[in-house]
């Protein structure tokens, strides 16, 4: 995807925190893609293509199970055999 102009958040794992109360993950980044499609997509071992200025918090906390969302607070399961 190409960026026009500077995005903060891309790929953010912690795209739906409560503390950034006007920030919806579900704009649009790029023509019907949101910001939660893409950290979904990176989930389930999608490959993401950026060009342009990501900003801010790029791939904030990616890979993490993150206690806030009730995860254990260490590594995501292992993707693939490389692990």
Sequence with gaps: MELNKPLDCICDFTYDFVWQSNFDYNQEV??????????????????????????HRFCS?????????????????????NC
């Design 30 to 55: 790029v023509d019907g893609v949101t910001y939660k499609d893409l950290v979904e997509h990176l989930k389930n071992k999608g490959i993401v293509y950026i060009k342009g200025d990501v900003g």
């Design 61 to 81: 906390s990616m890979g993490a199970d993150l206690k806030y969302f009730g995860g254990n607070g260490g590594k995501l399961k292992c993707w693939n055999s």
